[in-house]
């Protein structure tokens, strides 16, 4: 059976405006709807953000669906082997039909989506995240709900991928093809990640973090982005604390300089690796 895409977005826009207006009895009624949604999630024919030319958009609809999905559904017992869970949203199972590699006990929730050749090291992967192909989510690195992760990057071991739910205008983290995140390096509240960048080990990115240039005189502060092929490590600047309390230095981001273009992305990455003295 097709469905229609622009028919089902009809839908949750319609179920959302019966919520807001504070019936919830539509949403019960429409479950189906909405499960249709995380159902397409889940098998990648759809996806909460795209990219268009070089901006990424946000499908509003879908986020809402997600959203909609944890007030429908039960809270229930699930067993994994000796392990036992209770939770709202069953575990996503169609690992061998995609290609994908789960390493135990790596975790994915149903209505995440992964290309052929992911990787998952013992790590976690929320709901409505997309994974594209050949990405290593390494161990105990998490990607958390709605991110979008390109193809080829390496998120290295305890790398956090904030997830953004509310409000679901709100863009989701996105991290492009080909780039590679330290470990612990930490990436939250909708910042994108330019295609090759490479993030240093213990790199905090939020929306208000300033992310100094350093590849100019201008010294150039840019928030909530890093340009492609960018080699990114953390640092402090310094402030005048308030009251009159002298100094203080208050936590950034530094542009060192550049991953160069290369076919061979692997002899690149290093390459900016040794040039640049990145711990990752």
């Known amino acids: 059976m097709t469905i229609n895409i622009q028919d089902l977005k009809k839908s949750i826009i319609e179920i959302q405006s019966h919520l807001d207006s504070g019936d919830s009895n539509f949403l019960t009624q429409n479950k189906q709807t909405v499960e249709k949604v995380i159902d397409l999630?889940?098998?990648?024919?759809?996806?909460?953000?795209?990219?268009?030319?070089?901006?990424?958009?946000?499908?509003?609809?879908?986020?809402?669906?997600?959203?909609?999905?944890?007030r429908?559904?039960?809270?229930?017992?699930?067993?994994?082997?000796?392990?036992?869970?209770?939770?709202?949203?069953?575990?996503?199972?169609?690992?061998?039909?995609?290609?994908v590699r789960v390493v135990p006990p790596a975790v994915a929730r149903y209505g995440?989506?992964?290309?052929?050749?992911?990787?998952m090291m013992p790590s976690y992967v929320n709901i409505g995240a997309w994974i594209g192909s050949g990405t290593m989510v390494d161990t105990w690195a998490t990607v958390g709900s709605c991110a979008q992760i390109g193809a080829n990057v390496h998120l290295s071991g305890g790398v956090?991928?904030?997830?953004?739910?509310?409000?679901?205008?709100a863009s989701p983290v996105i991290v492009e093809d080909g780039a590679f995140l330290g470990?612990?390096?930490?990436?939250?509240?909708?910042?994108?990640?330019?295609?090759?960048?490479?993030?240093?080990?213990?790199?905090?990115?939020?929306?208000?973090?300033?992310i100094v240039d350093l590849r100019s005189d201008q010294r150039n502060i840019i928030k909530g982005f890093v340009p492609p092929r960018c080699v990114v490590v953390p640092?402090?600047?310094?402030?005048?604390?308030?009251?009159?309390?002298?100094?203080?230095?208050?936590?950034?981001?530094?542009?060192?300089?550049?991953?160069?273009?290369?076919?061979?992305?692997?002899?690149?990455?290093?390459?900016?690796?040794?040039?640049?003295?990145?711990?990752?």
């Open 235 to 280: 640092g402090t600047l310094e402030k005048d604390a308030p009251g009159g309390g002298g100094k203080i230095h208050t936590q950034c981001a530094y542009i060192i300089g550049e991953r160069k273009a290369s076919t061979d992305l692997k002899t690149s990455l290093n390459s900016a690796l040794r040039e640049y003295d990145v711990s990752v």
């Open 112 to 119: 995440t989506f992964m290309e052929n050749g992911v990787i």
């Open 183 to 210: 470990s612990r390096s930490i990436v939250v509240e909708g910042v994108r990640i330019g295609e090759q960048a490479v993030l240093g080990a213990n790199v905090t990115l939020t929306s208000g973090t300033p």
């Open 72 to 99: 429908v559904m039960d809270t229930v017992d699930m067993e994994v082997g000796p392990f036992v869970y209770r939770d709202k949203i069953p575990l996503k199972k169609n690992f061998k039909s995609l290609g």
């Open 160 to 169: 956090g991928i904030g997830g953004v739910l509310e409000p679901a205008q």
């Open 41 to 70: 999630l889940d098998v990648g024919a759809i996806r909460v953000c795209e990219k268009s030319g070089s901006d990424w958009l946000t499908n509003v609809w879908i986020k809402q669906a997600v959203l909609m999905y944890f």
